[in-house]
């Protein structure tokens, strides 16, 4: 395989993976642009499993979005809507809470709770959300509110992004996911959602809470209009964060899915993109421990192969994801943990559970 590597042009950068090197821009668009799909798997795979083995990791979790009332209304997004919309909705802490009660029978470790950009709601309402849900799940880890929200809650408090997460922290956030990243590309953002936070706040809100302790995800919506280019600038801007505060656990590519979306001409992704985005990500993001297959929005089938092309990491049970099923998924709102051992097991790799931060709850070899 090593010389089929080689073949396809890529003697060059397989050398500096196996030397463990860093790869430059040019290095990184060369494995964009090839067609050499099974050669960026190999190498990605070199990688995967010197980092992590043969351990592929999951998490029981519980997805809650409060309400998809936003003033942002992105052209690639289906799920948030005008407040005036017939579809519009927004939950009240009873409701949301309910939503935690109705799974106390589960072993979920983590809530993965995020929404629009609401006009409305004050900054109370966020805090009561995570006091009700410990109040609820007391042990629960709350991973909620991406760094768009953040940002958006410092302007309701009148406080400094700083101030603001320990706030939040205070009342229960314990993580932040990596949504509202997009393509940090400022044309990207001009033309699909221009009123969203630009990409240089969307990190500097990340590093912010890396620095008061608090780690996040971090991600890109790829497959609509952006460049090779475009996204490998992304994929550079993480890397240099990352290796500012080290804060980041994961890097979750997001498929575009384009139905009910003021993109809908567009169309989905291909399984060899998703593929390349995984094993580019692994390849480039040498300093990010872990890499995941959305199974949600590449389907669990293609997530099974990406674990030999870079990924390490299903995400988890989900339990009722929103907001790509309204912009078009067929896959399942949900999936149980036997099911995701045996998607793992039946990929060859070694099914770890795991909390939000990685610790490990069961190996189930």
Not at 99 to 121: Q, S, Y
Not at 189 to 209: M, N, S, Y
């Amino acid at each position: 395989m090593k010389s089929f590597v080689q073949q396809a042009g890529f003697g060059d950068i397989l050398e500096k993976v196996e030397a463990g090197e860093r790869l430059n821009l040019q290095d990184g668009l060369a494995l964009y642009n090839s067609k050499e799909i099974l050669a960026l798997g190999y190498m990605a795979n070199l990688v995967r499993n010197r980092m992590n083995g043969d351990k592929a990791y999951f998490i029981y979790n519980q997805h809650i979005n409060y309400s998809n009332i936003c003033t942002n209304l992105c052209k690639f997004c289906a799920f948030g809507k005008d407040k005036s919309s017939d579809l519009a909705y927004e939950m009240d802490l009873a409701q949301v809470k309910e939503k935690v009660r109705a799974r106390l029978d589960e072993p979920i470790t983590e809530i993965h709770m995020v929404g629009g950009i609401h006009p409305d709601l004050p900054f109370e309402y966020y805090l009561e959300l995570l006091r009700g849900i410990k109040e609820v799940r007391p042990d629960v880890h709350i991973q909620a509110f991406t760094c768009v929200e953040i940002a958006h809650l410092a302007g309701l408090a009148g406080k400094s992004v700083v101030e603001t997460l320990n706030v939040l922290r205070d009342a229960g956030l314990g993580s932040i996911p990596g949504g509202g990243a997009e393509v940090f590309s400022p044309r990207i953002r001009a033309i699909t959602c221009e009123k969203k936070l630009p990409g240089d706040q969307w990190l500097e809100v990340a590093k912010t809470a890396h620095r008061q302790g608090l780690h996040t995800n971090a991600t890109m919506l790829y497959g609509h209009i952006e460049t090779m280019e475009e996204r490998l600038e992304h994929l550079d801007a993480l890397r240099t964060a990352q290796d500012e505060t080290k804060g980041f656990l994961a890097f979750i590519p997001l498929s575009f899915h384009p139905k009910n979306t003021e993109m809908s001409t567009l169309s989905r992704t291909t399984g060899i993109d998703d593929l390349k985005n995984i094993a580019v990500a692994r390849l480039f993001l040498d300093n990010f421990p872990h890499i995941k297959a959305y199974w949600v929005m590449i389907g669990p089938k293609m997530a099974q192969v990406a674990l030999s092309f870079g990924a390490d990491d299903m995400d988890g049970t989900v339990k009722e994801e929103v907001i790509t099923h309204m912009a078009g998924a067929d896959t399942d709102q949900a999936i149980g943990s036997k099911t995701l051992v045996r998607l793992i097991k039946e990929a060859g790799r070694v099914p770890v559970e795991r909390d939000t931060l990685y610790n490990v709850i069961k190996v189930h070899d």
